[in-house]
């Protein structure tokens, strides 16, 4: 099991570096938990971002100030422009592989308006666009022969002279543990939304990635910056589209008052998503809400409109919620959606060990900064995947042989066999419940530093409780008992870094908002990133300079 480029993670982001690193000759290989097109990728609905010149005023320069400005100023605008250039050629190649986006009426791509985008800039598949996307990379995967290990749990990296040499991972059909080697390894793992109880984030989302990394001894960048999504569906948070805002929805409090204006007068319901988070939060806790949420009201859009343009959403509303959106609101509330932070990478995808790169979610290169744009995650997946895997297959044709040494393997049987071993002890859902629920309470849409050092006691204590928690199923097949649990170590870890760097940036930006002791932004002090080690068992903060080459940073206002 030893190939020239192995990608772990089989998402947008893992696929397209695949498909590219086969395309420049390597051989390549996925290792991924699900099958592929089960990632969460395939959960995308409203769409994705570039700037076709659909619209006059649009542009590859206009996509990048936007995103810089959504960004508050935090985003790498070296990575940025590179990032809005390369995107229009990449929509093409994804239309031309079979993706089927939805057309206007003069059969150019339809794109819809998104938060904080300028002009309509959000192309789409009704709203489905993540599963069209995911469905045409799986065919390009197929059609080349790449090989997938499916269903196999990547546990731990390995590095070895220097070198990132491959990936220890659990085979989940089977039981056992397996070394994969790659002379590239490429962590396309996701994002991490499941440290919070209430999440748009599919269950597989748990950082395991950044966590591996971390544990490797790489620095996470901006950490702290988890973005609340202002539409999820109360009670279950599942993600209702920004699309539905796009195409014209109002939200409104208990009164039935179009909130919004009131918070950004001129975008609307279209300001960016930490301001719309921000905004109903202020009405629930100001108590302008029904049952801890603000309502999503589509009814003017009319019913032939949700139909075409929306099904999805009016599916999930009345499955989920028992609300048709063509007779009434829908109740929605932020909930923990994405993560801005991850593995440092530069702008191809390479980490600071050699060997290693990372795209999608589960790195951070950054294009996002503090901030996300709705639709703009896709995009990178897409963009930074496919520089991700040419980089991985240029270098590895120069690299040494891969080889996880037997040692490592050895290592990891035995903390298995410690880990199984346990016959009493507290079950992981106790310490996982309690997780969520604190993160959720502390470290949400508004944080104060009190909550912040109380969560940061929390997660000890439970750091400290996971140490002995005990497996109960011993077996080796589809034991997600063990896979589950040891999900739940990353997350403790993710969740350490994301508070602790929370509590040291003394300011407001972006999703991290200190309404009571810092509420605005302090670009003197803290317009640098985040970057956590994992040092003696614990992270350790420092900073690294955000890269500006023409914006410089103004106030933000919508
Ligand atoms: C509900 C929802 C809707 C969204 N809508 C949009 C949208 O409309 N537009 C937009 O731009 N963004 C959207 N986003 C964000 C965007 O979809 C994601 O950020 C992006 O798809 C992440 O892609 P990825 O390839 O990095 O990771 P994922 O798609 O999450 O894939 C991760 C892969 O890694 C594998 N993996 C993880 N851990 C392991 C392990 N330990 N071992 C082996 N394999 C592992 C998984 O099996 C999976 O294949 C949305 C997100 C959500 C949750």
Known sequence: MSHDVLVIGAGCAGMRAAIEAHDAGADVAVVSKLHPTRSHSGAAEGGINAALGNAKEDSPEAHAYDTVKGSDFLGDQDAIEVFAKEAPGDIYQLENWGAVFTRAEDGRLAQRPFGAAGSPRTIFAADITGHVLIQVLYEQLVKRNIKVYEEFFAWKLVEDDGRCQGVIAWDMLNGGLKAISGKSVILATGGAGRVYRVTTNAYACTGDGMAMALRLGLPLKDMEFMQFHPTTLYPTGILITEGCRGEGAYLINKDGERFMKKYAPNALELASRDVVSRSEQTEIDEGRGINGSVMLDLRHLGAERIISRLPGSRELA?????????????????????????????IHG??????????GEVACVSVHGANRLGGNSLMETITFGRRAGRT?????????????PDSALADAERELGELLGRSGGERPWQVREELGSSMLDNFGVFRREEQMSNEIEIIEKLRHRYNNVVVEDKGGVFN??????IELGYCLDLAAC?????????ESRGAHARPHDYPTRDDDQFMKHSVTRWVDGAPKLDYAPVTVTKWQPTERTY
């Open 318 to 346: 009345m499955t989920y919620a028992g609300v048709d959106p063509i007779y009434d609101p829908i109740p929605v509330r932020p909930g923990a959606h994405y993560h801005m932070g991850g593995v440092s990478t530069d």
């Open 350 to 359: 390479k980490t600071e060990l050699e060997g290693l790169y990372a795209a």
């Open 392 to 404: 991985a297959a240029e270098d590895a044709h120069f690299a040494p042989d891969a080889a996880v």
């Open 480 to 485: 997600s008992d063990l896979t589950q649990a």
């Open 498 to 506: 994301m508070v602790q760097a929370g509590v040291a940036r003394k």
